[in-house]
């Protein structure tokens, strides 16, 4: 079955840019039918819905962060990331990748087990 | 603020059922848009376990059901048990805002 691993940094300063790695395992991105999405949770338990690529490259992204971030294919089949611009403390969150099905009436499944960030001097 | 509203907390006693709704608009569940509905540990992530408004994925056990009803949708659990307690999502997509949106989330508490 298909999983999802996330890295990043853990530690960013404000005003940095951001990346993440999400690497599937069981699965590719070439998959046909689904979307690769970046889903953060804030400290405060909310989720947000960052940004989604699909394999053949069409991305779309949340519009309240679409100027700072930006999706993108791995150098494989296995790999997508994540860059934010310019983040701030309201960046700090837990970050997660999912799988999810293509089309607007989509959900997602499954989650990587997420990676933690900390914006701070 | 979250564009889906749940209620932040609900409590039942073992073998009780409760419900949490999950309260949108006409531009995420009263247009029509699929609610799907996820279950959160404390330290990991969510997983899903209602799909398509009603859907159970496979090993999610029956206790669980979904329904939607013009801008609300709800989750039930019956039988409650010990191992239920958890944080629950919705999430739907909302046309307006041209992304996917989750609720606050309810936190679970099995008395």
């Known amino acids: 079955q298909v999983q999802l691993q996330e890295s990043g940094p853990g530690l960013v300063k404000p005003s940095q840019t951001l990346s993440l790695t999400c690497t599937i395992s069981?699965?590719?991105?070439?998959?046909?039918?689904?979307?690769w999405n970046w889903i953060r949770q804030h400290p405060g338990g909310g989720l947000e819905w960052i940004a989604y690529i699909h394999y053949s490259g069409t991305t779309h992204y949340n519009p309240s962060l679409k100027s700072r971030a930006s999706i993108s294919l791995g150098t494989s089949d296995y790999v997508f990331s994540l860059t934010m611009t310019s983040v701030t403390a309201a960046d700090t969150g837990m970050y997660f990748c999912?799988?999810?099905?293509?089309?607007?009436?989509?959900?997602?499944?499954?989650w990587g087990e997420g990676t933690p960030v900390i914006v701070s001097s | 603020q979250s564009v889906l509203t749940q209620p932040p907390s609900v409590a039942g006693a073992p073998g009780q059922r409760v419900t949490i709704s999950c309260t949108g608009s006409s531009s995420n569940i009263g247009a029509d848009y699929d609610v799907h509905w996820y279950q959160q540990f404390s330290g990991t992530a969510p997983k899903l376990l209602i799909s398509?408004?009603?859907n159970r994925p496979s090993g999610v056990p029956d206790r669980f059901s979904g329904s939607k009803s013009d801008t609300s949708a709800s989750l039930a659990i019956t039988g409650l048990q010990a191992q239920d307690e958890a944080v629950y999502y919705c999430?739907?997509?909302?046309?307006?805002?041209?992304?996917?949106?989750f609720g606050g989330g309810t936190k679970l508490t099995v008395l």
């Open positions: 999430q739907s997509y909302d046309t307006i805002l041209s992304a996917w949106v």
């Open positions: 999912a799988r999810g099905l293509a089309g607007t009436y989509g959900w997602f499944d499954p």
């Open positions: 069981g699965g590719s991105i070439t998959t046909g039918g689904y979307y």
């Open positions: 398509s408004d009603s």
